[in-house]
């Protein structure tokens, strides 16, 4: 009884402990999420003076662009000696390591650096423009459709499109909304993969609603040819891809159209545009500065409040669950049969299984994503999360098998044969021999893996599975600022790992008590 009394009081402590390590964690990370919101979101008149000023300038310096984009060369032509050309798969990011000074410049369109420059002041634009290119909606290359919705958006007059463009990239955020699809749709549903962090042109808004300029571009059109939209949201790497692979009829996402680019898809080409170069203000370190709870209160509002943004973290965080415990039951039955498998020690068998375990090593999760998503299932309409889960499952299936089949080999063979010897069939003597052994030692790195699935699910958003990270890009890429959301998805992924590590710990010492008692009353 005393001892009893000893483990109980330990493992009040160790929860004490860890409780006050997640607010301790929690408080550091409002701190840390405060000095970089403070002084974001001031007001400013004129775009603030930049840092750089000539070409010249960006000799030796660090330039980022999206993953995608094709602009090195409207850099390097103007100045040959740049240090280093980045890619990025989010526009805040690459805000981010602007004002952090891991960049000096960024290549975007001018709506978005515009935008950017008036929310921030801490961000300009560069005195000189790297060259006109129009705004296109991207169709697969040989599309058919291109020609007949670009027939239906020449009909369409130009005055409709100045004033949407005026409408997404003015000040007054009441106006924007999209058009109810209150047109018959006799033609069907078009999907459109749309880039879902690049405001204005096509971003999340209230509820996780995709609006923007392109949207409602092809809106319009969708009306002249009766047809009704979906929009489907994601990274903007993924766009082109998901155009490509059929699973998409459009693409948006502020693209702007070259000669290049034009060789790998069809564009409707809709609006002109140019592209532009972010640098650092010059005067970044004198805006205007917020108080403590100012600056607490605003970014509390903008992450969680602000269009119910709460709505879209939960629901990304239902699906982050949802994936990684699917994934894990599956994943833990896959191995489990695999170990079945190779103990009949079938050569062939043994050899796929072989194969598979390499292949699944040898190459990385968020790449076996992406082909089972834009190749293997790219003719097929499944769903981003379904994909997501068989992907993951097969990992875990590798990871699980591996894990159990060590714990099993670990087991004396004279085990086996003492089993046999008493009369037991091999399965049975595997079932209630063997088995029940090697659980001891692969119980406790199955559970560690298990968690480290749950974390490991937060790459699902590069095949558009809106999880819990995708959740925090869309509101940063509404935000345009990267601590607070970026702290809060960490504090959040703390919190949801350490749940599911304890709650795997009380089904293991479950398990682990009932196996004991049916020993106690010598059942076999």
């Known amino acids: 009884m005393r001892f009893l009394r000893q483990n109980r009081t330990l493992t009040l402590r160790s929860r004490q402990c860890s409780f006050a390590i997640i607010v301790m964690l929690t408080l550091l990370s409002v701190v840390f999420c405060l000095l970089g919101s403070i002084g974001v979101h001031a007001d400013s008149g004129d775009l603030p003076e930049p840092e750089y000023h000539e070409f010249s300038d960006l000799a030796g310096k660090r330039v980022a662009m999206m993953t995608g984009a094709p602009f090195e060369e409207a850099v390097s032509s103007r100045e040959p000696n740049v240090g280093e050309f980045q890619y990025f798969t989010s526009m805040p990011d690459m805000k981010l390591a602007l004002v952090g000074g891991k960049i000096d410049a960024y290549i975007m369109n001018n709506a978005v650096g515009t935008l950017a420059s008036n929310m921030d002041p801490r961000v300009t634009l560069f005195p000189e423009p790297l060259g006109e290119m129009p705004y296109g909606l991207a169709f697969k290359k040989g599309d058919p459709d291109c020609a007949v919705w670009n027939a239906a958006y020449q009909n369409i007059d130009q005055s409709v499109i100045d004033a949407v463009w005026d409408k997404w990239t003015g000040s007054d955020e009441s106006v924007k909304v999209l058009p109810a699809q209150d047109w018959p749709g006799t033609n069907g549903t078009v999907v459109v993969a749309a880039c879902d962090t690049l405001m204005p042109m096509s971003y999340s808004g209230e509820n996780g609603q995709l609006i923007g300029m392109e949207e409602e571009v092809v809106l319009l059109i969708a009306k002249e040819l009766d047809y009704h939209v979906e929009f489907q949201g994601m990274e903007f790497s993924a766009v082109m891809p998901t155009v490509q692979s059929g699973k998409a009829k459009i693409g948006i996402g502020s693209i702007l159209v070259n000669d290049e680019r034009r060789e790998i898809v069809d564009f409707i080409e809709y609006y002109p545009g140019s592209i532009v170069l972010m640098v650092r203000s010059a005067e970044q370190q004198t805006a205007e500065q917020a108080t403590f709870l100012d600056a607490l209160k605003g970014s509390l509002e903008r992450t969680f409040v602000t269009d119910n943004r709460y709505q879209l973290i939960l629901s990304g965080l239902l699906v982050t669950v949802v994936v990684a415990v ?21 050569p062939v068998l043994n050899k796929i299984i072989d194969i598979y375990g390499s292949l699944i090593n040898g190459i990385p999760v968020v790449v076996i994503l ?9 003719a097929v309409d499944a769903p981003a999360a379904a994909v997501a889960v068989i992907g993951f499952t097969l990992v875990f299936g590798s990871r699980s098998f591996a894990t159990i089949w060590n714990a099993v080999k670990a087991v004396d063979g004279g085990q086996m044969e003492a089993a046999l010897a008493l009369g ?19 119980m406790a790195p199955l559970r560690t893996q298990l968690v480290a699935l749950l974390k490991e699910t937060s790459i699902a958003g590069y095949i558009t599975v809106l999880d819990l990270t995708r959740a925090g890009d869309i509101i940063r890429g509404r935000t345009l600022e990267a601590f607070f959301p970026l702290i809060a998805i960490a504090a959040i992924y703390f919190l949801l790992t350490w749940l599911f590590t304890r709650l795997l710990t009380a089904l293991i010492h479950a398990i682990e008590k009932k196996e004991e008692s049916r020993i106690i009353k010598g059942v076999d």
């Open 326 to 346: 699917l994934s894990g039951a599956f994943g833990t039955l896959l191995g489990f049969g695999l170990v079945l498998v190779r103990r009949k020690n079938h």
């Open 370 to 378: 992406m082909v089972l998503y834009y190749i293997i299932f790219g």
């Open 424 to 442: 037991y069939s091999e399965k049975l003597a595997f079932r209630r021999v063997i088995l029940p052994q090697a659980k001891g030692v692969y």
